[in-house]
């Protein structure tokens, strides 16, 4: 069947995957409040398109973090992504390159970063701050080499939200799915009732990051550092001061805190409030086109998509990948001529209404 | 079974027509849900009635483009009408006659629009902008040869909506159905999966229009020009100044840009900025005369009633497009007394109150 | 079973009443839009309730009209009512009686009206504007006559509204239920499909009612005069300076305008408009006491009940009708008292809040 | 089955207990329209979490009423919990003191009151005020002489809201489970239909409180008073002037006045106008540790927690019980550290906002 918007490849990702796993890429936090609140705080948006104006050579191509790519658009980190295809990040990874989008490697990948860079296009590195200062660093400085172009410093975990989907499963990863950047040990893999095992593992690896997490990976390279998880206005202005190249507006796809606002909620008012000062992209439930115009038209320069790529990636590894892409691209030419625009900086002066 | 309301022939018509020509007519675009947003917008809106006032000689009708009608309503452009009733724009153009409303004839009619005209009664030419300029102007100079009273120029179909129903049927037009107007080609018959060859064939024959077409529009004829599917405020003035009669706010019933604001939404604050500088038309969702009500209470000078005339003449062809427009005459005389308004332009003064 | 609760009593009545009369009662106009409204309003409505004030000698007794009542609620017109009971306006009227409350005896009562103010207790009387102002007048008259103590003119109805459940039951009374009042004819017994029959026996008897129409009955009648039906703030203004001793905030329990905004959502600001210039009574949607301490919580010093009341006495005649303003005394008494209030008028004084 | 939040034990609750024992529980008063509330105004709130803070050393320990408990957070007074469990009030306290968190003894404990104090922990005493003031007075004495550490007085019970699941069950306390505080006769034993017998009992019992009662009380004893069950503003300023040490916004979990606003609606306004005059805690809907988080975002200094006490009770008893609270611990210091707080105190400075 012929997939003509990106739910129809959920649904060929949900009969693809087995449930626990399934549970692990579409679960939220807790009662899972923060990740309905995503989609129904876009559903509240309306846009009010203009008419008339010269469309001609109209484009889709955006400057994002300083280069060109085809959208206003970057694969956000997800980890492990073998779980939803045995090629993992590398089908991925070739499936953003060849739609001209950046790439977010993760921390958590389950390919190394190097392999995954080696792929080429625009390979950005998630970074999550680990118990070791200097193992972070590492990571950072490993991705500098090869190749990465930014590094997106995930601000929002502390330690993980408790994703009780993950907690009911008893979730762990299978031997053959590991955190492929770091010797990881089995905490991952070791099934226990009523515990996620990814949780557990992440819990002994990881620290809270701090400002000062956040200037010592500034101070250790050259590349663009942008802090993904951002929802207080304070905190965004501080990010710019911190000399952060772009933030993400994020609640972490509802997965973190169960009862965190929307990052769409926050995103027009943080974007008036560093006017400028660095580069706002936003996450969440961006699932069409219209969903990327909207977000725009709210001041983003552009959005990070990661459970769509992964129905994607699952469904028909590289190609439903890159095909997750190519709709949004059909969906956001359509959608940007429709409200007059014939290009992303325009769409950023689009008026917008709530509506129930 | 007698039809009481106009929802009674909408389940009329849904029985009496295929599947895939129920969707064509029924569906919006992406998620459908700026359409359904047209109807939660009116179900919002109260109207705060008078009472106690001289209803004597209390009337419906109204002056629509400088002519009198028998309703503030017009009969909105709907394209290949032969697709509902094998009478198509004729029985339509009767009907409206006949009840004494004008009747939009389309670029895309089924029937060559001389022939409609011939019809009689008050006939508006509605507009696409065609790739090649002068086939346009063609078009508005045949339809004010064949005594069309206005130009209705859709200025919201740069391109069409991606209208996923009409993908999803692979919808092609049946051979007995063209676009009468012109030698159309092959391409509106042409069976594709998960393609509408609608849209195909309108991609291949439209091209976006632009302020600079306005202006064209206008220098050819010395019929009023109504912009349709206006819905930015700055839009509406814009039209002011370009000489446009009229405007029809609209979102295009939900087909064009799907997250678009709903006209009605918009209706009151664009009223109030061209303040009696052109006629204020609405569109989207009209199902009752309480909702032509609540447009002139807004507003509007008017509406536009698109599907519904369109399931009276799917239900029972010439009659039942008339059987809408009667009982939408009965419902809007109902509600005008029940409103303590003796015409239409009394309803112009009432208040109105959002409630959930 | 015992009723608990009126909604109880709901439920007995659409067992005991034959569907067609069921619909008579329950039903609205159009799509029933305001009827929902009314419920909707009120359920949005929250009180602040006071604590550890005084509540000893707590009375729900009210001043209603000049005079005291048990309970600041008095029966609402209703039509008809040996429709729901054969006793009809009889029980009701002995009902309402001995709990202390005014009855409303309707110009469509089915027992003339000088049968009914025998009763006693302290009967009102509704009153319809007739085509010939005379017969209206000389209703006033008997009214007067018979000992009712004040006229009750509804304002709304300058003809009835679309009640579409009658239209498609063919709706017509049966033989043994007439208007009992004046010499009707046979229209209201007329079966005819698609027709109200009652609507159209009002349509040949009512005329549309004036200000002036206010005023004759003013200048005709020593008796206080209540408008029903008032909506607009400018109305009830205009209601004090004709000479009203009261007004009714209600949009006819949702069967006038369809669209019409709910009389609990205008309260506030209409009690505020009239400032005691008159009484300030409210119907539509109360359902319980608390619903009751809402309407004087926004302002009103009463309300009226008119569908729960035929509740009763469908389900048990005189003694179903007692019961349900002995519930609503029992749910007053308790709300008054837990929201801190002594008496109907302490009730005045709190504070509301609008939740969802 | 592994429970991994509060309403995985509402779910064993209510499998374990008897249905309506399960209803004098769940059940609110009136059509349970507060009840419901309670939860829409939490699920409205969403908060702006705060990232890249130091979060070394935090905890979730809070001061509540003077004195350091292991969360902001005490158990609320709930009536007959021999109901839900044979050990009842004894396990609950257990539970409660193994938690390190304060347990609220009732005056309609159904185990002597000193029994439950001997237990140890933080015990406080929740004082119904009874129709002999002297009675009243010596259940505070008695209070404080067993250890009590605060009078938790209920001020929104001048009596008990109508609970219609009660009512409708013809609820009555089995004979093993009594008012074991004081000799109470045989009335809340006794089954009648259409009568709850624990409300006909309470009616004969209590008596309704003024602010004289408190002065009353706080004239009478050492300990710190806590009001139960304020709402309005101006009764929160008033306690303060009442020399009350605390205050609990409340609507009685919904079982009191039906239509009362939800405390947590009415938190951030109380809590400003008090301004650090008196503690104020909040009940009323929370079940997990993010509301607690919502809650001392909006000015709580703590919350208590009821029904799902209760649960964890009636599902393993004093198990079960620490359960809850200790979920509870889990969930509030994962919420306070995703939130970007230390402490419960910097919880009190996060933002919120409302969304749908």
């Given at each position: 069947?012929?997939?003509?918007?990106?739910d129809?490849?959920?649904r060929?990702?949900?009969?693809?995957l087995?449930?626990?796993?399934?549970d692990?890429?579409?679960g939220?936090?807790?009662a899972e409040?923060s990740?309905?609140?995503?989609r129904?705080a876009l559903?509240?948006?309306?846009?009010?398109p203009?008419?008339l104006r010269?469309?001609?050579?109209?484009?889709?191509?955006?400057?994002?973090?300083?280069?060109?790519?085809?959208?206003?658009?970057?694969?956000?980190p997800v980890?492990?992504?073998?779980?939803?295809?045995?090629?993992?990040?590398l089908?991925?990874?070739?499936a953003?390159?060849?739609?001209?989008?950046p790439?977010t490697?993760?921390t958590?990948?389950?390919?190394?970063?190097?392999?995954?860079?080696v792929?080429g296009?625009?390979?950005?590195f998630q970074?999550?701050?680990?118990r070791?200062?200097?193992?972070s660093?590492?990571?950072?400085?490993?991705?500098?080499?090869a190749?990465?172009?930014a590094?997106v410093f995930t601000?929002?975990?502390?330690?993980m939200g408790?994703r009780?989907r993950d907690?009911r499963?008893?979730?762990?990863l299978?031997?053959?799915v590991?955190?492929a950047?770091?010797d990881?040990?089995?905490?991952?893999?070791?099934?226990?009732?009523?515990l996620s095992?990814v949780?557990?593992?992440?819990?002994?690896?990881?620290?809270?990051?701090?400002?000062?997490?956040?200037e010592?990976?500034?101070?250790?390279?050259?590349?663009?550092?942008?802090?993904?998880?951002?929802?207080?206005?304070?905190?965004?202005v501080?990010?710019?001061?911190?000399?952060?190249t772009?933030i993400?507006?994020?609640?972490?796809?509802?997965?973190q805190?169960?009862?965190?606002?929307?990052?769409?909620?926050?995103?027009?008012?943080?974007?008036?409030?560093v006017?400028g000062?660095?580069?706002v992209l936003?996450?969440?439930?961006?699932?069409?086109?219209?969903?990327?115009?909207?977000a725009?038209a709210?001041?983003?320069s552009?959005?990070l998509i990661g459970?769509p790529?992964?129905w994607g990636?699952?469904?028909?590894?590289?190609?439903g990948?890159?095909?997750?892409?190519?709709l949004?691209?059909?969906?956001?030419?359509n959608?940007?001529?429709l409200?007059?625009?014939d290009?992303v900086?325009?769409?950023?002066r689009?008026?917008?209404?709530?509506?129930?």
């Open positions: 069947m012929t997939h003509l918007c990106l129809d490849l959920e060929a990702a949900r009969t693809a087995p449930g626990e796993i399934w692990f890429l579409a939220g936090s807790g409040a990740l309905a609140a995503n129904t559903d509240r948006i309306f846009v009010i203009r008419m010269e469309l001609t050579g109209g484009t889709t191509e955006a400057e994002v973090l300083g280069r060109r790519a085809s959208l206003p658009v970057a694969v956000a980890a492990y992504q073998r779980l939803f295809h045995p090629e993992g990040e089908a991925a990874a070739r953003a390159r060849d739609a001209g989008v790439y490697i993760c958590l990948s389950s390919v190394p970063l190097e392999e995954i860079a792929v296009g625009r390979p950005w970074l999550y701050w680990l070791d200062e200097k193992r660093l590492e990571l950072v400085r490993r991705a500098e080499d190749g990465c172009e590094i601000v929002d975990v502390p330690w408790r009780l907690m499963n008893g979730f762990a299978p031997e053959s590991t955190a950047n770091f990881a040990g089995a905490a991952a893999h070791r099934r226990t009732e009523g095992a949780a557990d593992h992440t819990a002994r690896e990881f620290a809270p990051a701090t400002w000062e997490s956040v010592a990976v500034r101070a250790h390279t050259n590349l663009p550092v942008v802090l993904k998880g951002i929802l207080a206005v304070e905190d965004a501080r990010a710019v001061d911190a000399g952060a772009g993400v507006v994020s609640n972490h796809g509802g997965r805190l169960d009862g965190a606002v929307p990052g769409i909620a926050m995103l027009e008012e943080i974007a008036d409030a006017s000062g660095c580069e936003l996450d969440g439930g961006i699932r069409t086109g219209g969903d990327v115009l909207k725009l709210l001041g983003a552009g959005v459970r790529f992964m990636l699952a469904a028909d590894g590289q190609a990948a890159r095909q997750v892409l190519d949004l691209a059909v969906e956001l030419r959608a940007l001529g409200a007059g625009c290009s900086s325009a769409a950023r689009l008026s917008t209404r709530y509506e129930r």
